[in-house]
C-alpha cells in the first residue's frame, strides 16, 4: 500500500494519484460516495506518548511494518533531537522540518484506518504534545520497564486525565533486567492517577525472559528476539494448573506464572471496556518493541477496543460526528524558519462531516469564508493533495496567517471547539523592545508568533509590559530570531521569577478586589483572561486560602 521513497512514507506509485493519499480501495469508497458512519467507526485516531528514549519511534515503526505503511525497519524518522545539538535551535528546526512529514501516519489494518498523530520528543516542544492530544481519540503510552514512570510521562497523562482521554500502556522492553512488573504497575497507578489492568503478563525478565501470557485469551507468546518477522507462535493454555504449562516453561517459572495470575485476578478484577472508554482504567500489555514481540497483540486489542471519533464539545453544543456538515479545529500551526519557504502549515482536525477541497468554509473567530485549494496530508515528501476527509482526519492546510491555535471551521454555524487550553508555563521572561522605531514590527510579530503557539502572550496593562511564558529555553531563542529575521525588529529578555500563571474563576467582586491589591502581578492572556502570576508555589497557596470565593486554575480552560 505505502513504500519508502527517499526515505519517506508515501502510498505506492500504482495506487498514487495526486488526490489521494489513501489506498485504493479507499480512494473507491470515496468516489461512490460513503456512509459517513462506516467512515468513522473505521477511523482511529491516536498518540504514542513517552518520555524520551522509551521506545515511541520504535512502537510507531512496527506497527507501520503491520500495516505494510513501510517495508523495512530503520525507515521512521525519528523526532528526537539529537542531544548535541540541544542548544543549536535552528538545527531542532531543521529536524522538525523532517518530522512533519512523518506528523500523522496512516495505514490500514484489519479494515480499520489508523491516523497515529506524532509527538516531538524534545521537552521544550512539550506544549506540541499537549496540544496534539486535544486532536486524538486515545493514546499509547509507552513505558521503559527499566526505569518505569518518568518526569515527561507524569506531564502528558495529566492532559489526558484533564479530558478522560483513553490510555492503553506499553511496558517496554521485556527483555531487558527491568523492574517487578507489580512495582511498575504500582508506580503507574500512583504516579499516573489511573486505576490498571494487566492485559498480558511476562514470564521472566531481561536474559531470562521466555514470553507473555495473554490474560484475555489464556495464550503464551513464546518470546524469539526478532527484529524483522511479525509472526509469532502463540500456545493456548485452557488450564494454568496443566502440566502442559510446566513442560512448555518449566516447573519453577510455571508455579510463579499461577501465583502471578492468581493474584492479579485477585487485585486488579476483570477488565472493563467501558472504564477503559471513559479514561478510568489504563490496559497495560508487556513487550518489546524492538524485537516486535507484543506489538501485534497490542495493536489488535486496540484496534479493538480504541474509540473511533466521538461526539466533541463546542461552545455551542455537542458536535457529533456523523453530522453532515462539516466542522473541525486547528491544533497546531508549524511555521517553516527557511527563509526561501516562508510558508506556515495548519494542522486540522476533522469533527464532523466531510472536508472536501475547494468548497467553502467558514473561520469563525474571523467571520470569514475561506476555500483550500491545495489541503494535503502529511504521509509523502511531495505532500499529497487531499480530496476529502472525515471525521478523526487530520489536514494539512497552508496558511498565510488566518489561523491561530483553536480556531474553528464549519460549514457556516458559529461555534468554537472547547478542549485547548493553554498550560501554564514553566519559564517567564520580559519582552524588552530594542528599537523604539520598530515597535509595530515588534507587536505584529509577537502577536503572530504567539498565535502560532510557540508561546505564550501576557500583557499587563499599566505600563503595557509583555511577559512570555514558554515550557523551554529554546523558544525564547526561536522568538528572538524570528522577530529579527521575519519581522525586522530586535528584541531582549530579562528573566521574571514567576512559578505559575494562574486563571481565575468566581466572584466577580473578589476577582476584582484581589486584582486591585496584586496589580503588578496581574496580566491578562492573548483572549482577554484575567491572569494571575504567582511568584512562588507558597504565595499560590497563600492567595488560594485568602481567597475562597476565587478558584485558581493552572490551565486556560477548566471544564472541557
Ligand atoms: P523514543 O522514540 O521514545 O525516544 O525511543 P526510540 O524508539 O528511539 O528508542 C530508544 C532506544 O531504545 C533505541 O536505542 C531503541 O533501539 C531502544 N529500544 C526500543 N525498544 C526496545 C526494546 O524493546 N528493547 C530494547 N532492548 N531496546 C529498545 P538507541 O540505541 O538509542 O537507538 P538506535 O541506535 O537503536 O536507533
Known amino acids: 500500500m505505502y513504500e519508502l521513497y527517499s526515505g519517506h512514507i508515501r502510498p505506492k506509485t500504482t495506487c498514487f494519484s495526486k488526490h489521494s493519499s489513501f489506498s485504493t480501495l479507499t480512494q473507491i469508497h470515496y468516489l461512490r460516495g460513503v456512509n459517513l458512519t462506516d467512515e468513522i467507526h473505521k477511523r482511529k485516531t491516536f498518540a504514542i506518548i513517552s518520555h524520551p528514549d522509551a521506545g515511541k519511534t520504535t512502537l510507531t515503526e512496527k506497527f507501520l511494518l503491520f500495516g505494510g505503511a513501510i517495508q523495512t525497519a530503520g525507515a521512521v524518522k525519528s523526532n528526537k533531537i539529537k542531544k548535541a545539538a540541544t542548544s543549536d535551535f535552528m538545527e531542532i528546526e531543521k529536524q522538525r522540518g523532517i518530522s512533519v512529514a512523518t506528523s500523522v501516519m496512516t495505514f490500514e489494518y484489519n479494515g480499520k484506518l489508523v491516523n497515529i498523530l506524532d509527538t516531538p520528543g524534545h521537552k521544550d516542544f512539550a506544549e506540541d504534545t499537549y496540544r496534539t492530544l486535544t486532536a486524538v481519540d486515545s493514546v499509547i503510552l509507552v513505558i521503559d520497564c527499566v526505569k518505569g514512570v518518568e518526569e515527561q510521562t507524569e506531564r502528558l497523562m495529566e492532559v489526558c486525565r484533564m479530558r478522560n482521554t483513553p490510555v492503553i500502556v506499553f511496558i517496554n522492553k521485556v527483555d531487558r533486567d527491568g523492574r517487578d512488573p507489580f512495582d511498575l504497575l504500582d508506580e503507574l497507578e500512583q504516579k499516573l492517577n489511573i486505576k490498571v489492568r494487566p492485559m498480558s503478563w511476562p514470564i521472566n525478565g531481561g536474559r531470562d525472559f521466555k514470553g507473555v501470557y495473554k490474560l484475555y485469551d489464556k495464550s503464551i507468546n513464546f518470546f524469539e528476539a526478532n527484529k524483522t518477522k511479525i509472526s509469532k507462535d502463540v500456545t493456548r493454555i485452557d488450564d494454568l494448573a496443566s502440566d502442559t504449562l510446566d513442560e512448555l516453561i518449566g516447573k519453577q517459572d510455571a508455579d510463579k506464572l499461577r501465583q502471578d495470575v492468581e493474584l492479579i485476578d485477585g487485585v486488579f478484577g476483570d477488565f ?134 483553536g480556531d474553528t471551521l464549519t460549514e457556516g454555524e458559529n461555534f468554537l471547539f472547547k478542549g485547548i487550553p493553554s498550560f501554564s508555563p514553566e519559564i517567564f521572561k520580559e519582552l524588552i523592545n530594542l528599537d523604539p522605531m520598530k515597535s509595530k514590527q515588534l507587536e505584529k510579530g509577537i502577536e503572530q508568533l504567539t498565535d502560532e503557539g510557540v508561546a505564550q502572550l501576557f500583557r499587563q496593562e499599566p505600563g503595557n509590559r509583555k511577559y512570555i511564558g514558554t515550557v523551554g529555553e529554546l523558544q525564547f531563542e526561536v522568538i528572538q530570531y524570528r522577530l529579527e529575521n521575519e519581522y525586522n525588529a530586535k528584541c531582549r529578555f530579562e528573566p521574571r521569577a514567576f512559578f505559575k500563571a494562574c486563571w481565575m474563576t468566581g466572584d466577580k467582586d473578589a476577582i476584582a478586589e484581589f486584582c486591585k491589591y496584586r496589580q503588578k502581578n496581574i496580566v491578562k492572556d492573548k483572549d482577554e483572561n484575567i491572569v494571575f502570576l504567582a511568584e512562588t508555589a507558597w504565595i499560590l497557596n497563600t492567595a488560594i486560602q485568602q481567597n475562597p470565593k476565587i478558584t485558581f486554575h493552572t490551565t486556560s480552560e477548566f471544564k472541557v
Open 272 to 405: 472493563n471496556v467501558e472504564d477503559y472508554l471513559k479514561g478510568e482504567v489504563a490496559p497495560v500489555f508487556f513487550g518489546s518493541a524492538l524485537n516486535n514481540f507484543g506489538v501485534k497483540e497490542l495493536l489488535e486489542k486496540f484496534l479493538e477496543i480504541a474509540p473511533f471519533p466521538l461526539a466533541r464539545n463546542s461552545s455551542e453544543r455537542l458536535v457529533n460526528p456523523e453530522e453532515n456538515k462539516f466542522s473541525g479545529f486547528i491544533f497546531k500551526i508549524h511555521a517553516n524558519l527557511d527563509p526561501r519557504h516562508r510558508d506556515r502549515i495548519a494542522f486540522l482536525r476533522v469533527c464532523s462531516g466531510k472536508f472536501e477541497r475547494n468548497k467553502f468554509f467558514h473561520h469563525v473567530r474571523l467571520n470569514k469564508d475561506m476555500k483550500f485549494a491545495s489541503p494535503f496530508t502529511f504521509m509523502a515528501d511531495s505532500k499529497a493533495l487531499l480530496e476529502d476527509a472525515f471525521a478523526g482526519d487530520v489536514v494539512g492546510l497552508y496558511d498565510t496567517g488566518n489561523f491561530k491555535i
